[in-house]
Each structure stands twice: as C-alpha cells, then as structure tokens.
T-cell receptor
Framework: KQEVTQIPAALSVPEGENLVLNCSFTDSAIYNLQWFRQDPGKGLTSLLL?????REQTSGRLNASLDKSSGRSTLYIAASQPGDSATYLC????????????FGQGTTLQVKP | EAGVAQSPRYKIIEKRQSVAFWCNPI?????LYWYQQILGQGPKLLIQFQNNGVVDDSQLPKDRFSAERLKGVDSTLKIQPAKLEDSAVYLC??????????FGPGTRLTVT
C-alpha cells in the first residue's frame, strides 16, 4: 500500500530564500508524481507533474525532481516571495495508472517579507 | 476553458441530517473523482468514476455516503445521516482519462 509523507509540516523562511520541500513515498512503482498548491479555503492548483520516466520538471521558479529508487521527490522554489505562502501537497499516482492520487499531509509554507 | 465547478461552497448542518454536493467537471473529461480533506490532512479519494461507471469506491463509507454520475457528466455526493467526523472539505476533480487531475474549489462542510 502506497504511503506518502511530507516533512516538515510547516516551514517559515524570509523572502528571497531558496527552499526545498520534501516528499517521500513507500512504493517505487509509481506512475506519476504531482505537486499541488493549496491556498486557504481554496481548491488545489496543479504545479508540476513528473511522469515515471522523467527525473525532473521545471516551471518558472519551481523545479520538481523524482528519484524512484530512493522513494523521494523534492520541490525547489527559487527566490521565494510572500505570494508563495500556501500549503504544498505532493501526490503519487498509483502503479497501473488507475488515476487514483495518494496525497501527503502537506507542508505549509510562510514566506516573510 | 471553464474549470471544475462545485456547489455549494459552504454548508453547515446538524448531525444526523442529510446533505448533497454537486460537481460539474471540465467538458470532455471522462474521469471524475471525489476527495475528502479533513483539516490538516491531505485529500483522500472517496470515489472515482469513469464515464458513468464506478472505478474505485473502496474508501467510501457506503453505510452513509452515496454518489452518482448521471449521463457521464455531473455528479452528486450525498451523506445521510451526517456525523461530526464528516466535517471536512469535499473536493471534486476531473481528468481526461487517468492523467493530470484538475480540482474544483471544494465544499466546506461543518457538522454540528
């Protein structure tokens, strides 16, 4: 059974700092891994999707990596801004590509001006 | 392109009452998902539809929760009777088949 873990649960950094959010999963036979952003009281916004054959994806200041052998993914945010403050969730698409997402608990990021 | 629509956005009910949520997926998306997100946790899949059929409902509490997807488009999720532990955000998502999912704004349910 796939389990996804995100540590730490909360993170506070000063504006401008580069930071890394961590995600680990127990079953290396994942199909895809997806990173989401969730603002308070809102739904989920997809940030990056890494297919199992890929090692990383980039979008603007965001870079996500995937290491299936170690069961880890990281989300790198460059030059953080107060507008990046939100909860970041990673989710594993199960093996066999059933579509089902298994989520971590999320990391709540606060970027201080 | 319109996103996933959900209503209502907020609902407050007393325990043992019933409640229903509605979701309209992105046009053309065959797969529709309902997730439950309890405060401080990641979303958990309740049920997945492929067109009209149920693909996965293994984590749906079937004694009180039910869901349907009529004509392969809109979907409703019902809770009857509600319990205090059902207080959560209910998220609907859709995808073309089983790929990248797009989420609606969610319905925040409070059971008192």
């Amino acid at each position: 059974k796939q389990e996804v873990t995100q540590i730490p649960a909360a993170l506070s950094v000063p504006e401008g700092e580069n930071l890394v959010l961590n995600c680990s999963f127990t079953d290396s036979a994942i199909y895809n891994l997806q990173w989401f952003r969730q603002d308070p009281g809102k739904g989920l916004t997809s940030l990056l999707l890494i297919q199992s054959s890929q090692r990383e994806q980039t979008s603007g200041r965001l870079n996500a990596s995937l290491d299936k052998s170690s069961g880890r993914s990281t989300l790198y945010i460059a030059a953080s801004q107060p507008g990046d403050s939100a909860t970041y969730l990673c989710a594993s698409h199960g093996s066999g590509n059933t579509g089902k997402l298994i989520f971590g608990q999320g990391t709540t990021l606060q970027v201080k001006p | 392109e319109a996103g996933v629509a959900q209503s209502p956005r907020y609902k407050i009910i007393e325990k043992r009452q019933s409640v229903a949520f509605w979701c309209n997926p992105i046009s053309g998306h065959a797969t529709l998902y309902w997730y439950q997100q309890i405060l401080g946790q990641g979303p958990k899949l309740l049920i997945q539809f492929q067109n009209n059929g149920v693909v996965d409902d293994s984590q749906l509490p079937k004694d009180r929760f039910s869901a349907e997807r009529l004509k392969g488009v809109d979907s409703t999720l019902k809770i009857q009777p509600a319990k205090l532990e059902d207080s959560a955000v209910y998220l609907c998502a859709s995808s073309l088949v089983a790929d990248e999912q797009y989420f609606g704004p969610g319905t925040r349910l409070t059971v008192t």
